[in-house]
């Protein structure tokens, strides 16, 4: 999903400034032969460093000739992917602040950094139908996703009611189940851990996965529309 992000938001000629503990093939590739595009290699699990992160990616961006900034909150992981009551302190703590404290985070000092620029200001945090419909084995990943869609709900209604003139626009967007790596690492899950992992390699089987490419389509999209929809929980099926 994160390749494919990069590949259509840098042929849209937009500045990226991509955050991920390693560079990904299409960052790679771009960076060789283009310009426009940065690279920060960061472990969003490190929550205490994150204020230095945003500094870092800010000190990038020219101020003066902007039109528009966005946040993409992509990241996320899957692990632990087992019953709660099997889950370990360390793995229950790594998950929430990939999937929910990262993004928290990352939102709260876009926000801060964001507030005198008078240019179009809009953040996708990505969620997943799990944050609203309980998995069997996904007690991490769901109550996480659940709080990415409450904060984004919140943050937008006090950015309506706070920054008048250039309230920077939140949504939560489930991009529905794409065939990436973490498919994979769902349809090779034991079924003592994750119950549902026959459904999962049917969808497989059956071609019913979407491609990365067409949900950064959608992302693009959003980025892009005239009728941003501003504090709700978006899916991808609604734009398909």
């Not at 310009?35 to 929550?47: C, H, R």
């Not at 020219?62 to 992917?81: C, E, F, Y």
């Not at 008078?118 to 109550?143: H, L, Q, T």
Request: some cysteine; aromatic content about 6%; glycine content about 4%.
């Amino acid at each position: 999903m994160g390749n494919a992000l990069v590949k259509k938001l840098h042929a849209l000629d937009y500045h990226l400034i991509c955050v991920s503990r390693a560079k990904g093939k299409a960052i790679e590739e771009l960076m060789n032969k283009a310009e426009k595009i940065d690279f920060i290699p960061f472990d969003l699990s490190n929550v205490e460093q994150m204020n230095s992160l945003i500094d870092s990616i800010f000190a990038k961006i020219d101020r003066q000739g902007i039109k528009s900034v966005h946040l993409i909150n992509n990241a996320g992981t899957l692990s632990p992917m087992k019953p709660i009551d099997r889950c370990e302190t360390e793995e229950i703590i790594t998950s929430m602040n990939v999937n929910l404290m990262a993004p928290m985070l990352l939102t709260s000092r876009f926000i801060q950094e964001a507030e005198n620029l008078n240019c179009d200001k809009r953040v996708i945090n990505i969620s997943s139908g799990a944050g609203s419909n309980p998995v069997f084995g996904w007690s991490c990943y769901g109550a996480a996703k659940a709080g990415v869609n409450m904060m984004s709900q919140i943050a937008s209604l006090e950015q309506l009611q706070l920054n008048q003139v250039h309230p920077v626009q939140v949504v939560s967007f489930a991009p529905g189940i794409i065939d990436t790596d973490m498919q994979a690492q769902i349809r090779s899950s034991n079924r003592k851990d994750f119950a549902q992992v026959d459904r999962f390699i049917d969808y497989k089987e059956e071609g019913k996965l979407l491609s990365p490419e067409v949900v950064a389509s959608v992302v693009a999209e959003l980025l892009t529309s005239t009728s941003f929809p501003n504090g709700e929980l978006v899916s991808v099926s609604d734009y398909l």
